[in-house]
């Protein structure tokens, strides 16, 4: 079956196959079976919808699911390449943590192992770590067959075990991301961090949840990330319908806490 697959936004996930398109159709209309509207994020919904009704007007069959739309089984059903570009992989769901400001719980519920996953050298899993440490030790020896790793989807400093670390040593390692989206969030990340201190700081990028606080208090959870020798990739909270309104300040402090040679020129310069 000939599938196009349409995505609202396009993201560092999005699959750039000649079948895969952003936003409305344009003047060149492959043949295909179905369109597939993907909707990854909950304030993409009504944009999703629109797109679906301007496909159907060259297209017959135009569907639409994706992760905020809850239409799919996200234990047992994954096709790589197909909503996520090559590479990506998922060797489990859900998460056992009910952070308040996650929309993991309600959208996957608790933590689902896969039993077969599908390789790929770019782990998205919501939490691997609380995994069993015989799915860990699987994931590593698909990894030994792949290219430099990332572990896009973040690993809980908490749970970061020495055997972990004894893995990690084993593959190639492009960038793995950890998280600190509280204050409190930094003790576990410090300690992490130390377990992790062969790596070089740009391979070490954490997550860094800013806009729920004053700039100033962001600013220093940003800092406090930076001198424990992380690299802080600072994320704008959303909300499910991601109505927030932030300023031009907001965005730059975003801006410059996602971009490595800034944070590393502001740093040498003593800014």
């Known amino acids: 079956m000939k599938i196009i697959r349409v995505f609202p936004s396009r993201t560092s996930f999005t699959p750039t196959d000649p079948m895969a398109f952003v936003g409305d159709p344009g003047l060149w209309r492959p043949e295909a079976d179905e369109v597939h509207v993907s909707v990854a994020f909950t304030w993409d919904i009504a944009e999703g919808r629109r797109l679906q009704a301007a496909w159907l007007v060259y297209y017959p069959v135009v569907k639409i699911g994706g992760p905020a739309i809850g239409q ?161 990739f600072a994320q704008l909270y959303r909300s499910i319908d991601g109505g927030e309104n932030y300023s031009q300040a907001w965005r730059d402090l975003q801006r410059k806490w996602q971009r490595p040679a800034a944070m590393a020129a502001a740093h040498k310069a003593g800014a």
């Open 72 to 232: 799919h089984n996200y234990s047992s059903w994954f096709e790589p390449g197909l909503y996520v570009k090559q590479g990506v992989t998922f060797t489990s769901r859900g998460c056992d943590n009910n952070c308040p400001w996650c929309a993991v719980p309600d959208r996957e519920g608790n933590l689902r192992e896969t039993n077969s996953f599908a390789p790929g050298y770019i782990i998205a899993d919501n939490n691997l770590l609380q995994t069993a440490q015989q799915h860990q030790a699987e994931v590593f020896a698909m990894l030994r067959t792949q290219r430099a790793a990332v572990f896009s989807g973040g690993l809980q400093a908490s749970l970061l075990s020495d055997w972990f670390v004894d893995q990690l040593k084993t593959i190639k390692i492009n960038q793995l991301f950890l998280a600190a989206d509280t204050m409190a969030h930094l003790r576990p990340l410090e300690k992490a961090l130390n377990k992790l201190d062969w790596l070089p700081r740009q391979k070490k990028r954490v997550y860094t949840m800013i806009g729920t606080e004053t700039i100033e208090a962001a600013i220093e959870r940003l800092e406090a990330v930076w001198q424990l020798g992380g690299m802080p």
